[in-house]
């Protein structure tokens, strides 16, 4: 498949890649072609590698972007990840030209944990 042009982008966390992934694979299940490679493992992908449902991932990337010091690609991160401890975000902050104080991380896992 040859794309010309990109019409819109969009992040989306690995549950809801999951989510359209399924979709994509209900609707080729009527077709007589099988799904092809990188499709296939795509799905497999996103079915061992995703936590929670996809609206509860969109919920909780919703309610990070709320919170200082925080962009929209690390809430992805975070919402894949679900880390449980202060360094694994940390970790994910480790690019930033800033760090956060344990308020800040205090706050992270605060949402994490309830999501």
Do not use: C, Q, W
């Amino acid at each position: 498949m040859i794309v010309k042009s990109i019409l819109s982008e969009d992040l989306m966390t690995l549950a809801e890649v999951k989510e359209a992934l399924e979709e994509i694979r209900l609707r080729r299940a009527e077709e007589p072609e099988e799904l092809g490679y990188e499709l296939r493992r795509a799905i497999k992908h996103a079915e061992i590698f995703s936590k929670g449902e996809a609206a509860e991932s969109r919920k909780m990337v919703e309610e990070l972007m709320g919170l200082e010091k925080m962009t929209n690609e690390i809430a992805i991160k975070i919402a894949d990840i679900r880390p449980k401890t202060k360094d694994e975000i940390r970790a994910l902050y480790a690019k930033e030209r800033f760090t956060l104080l344990d308020e800040d991380l205090d706050a992270i896992l605060d949402v994490v944990l309830r999501g």
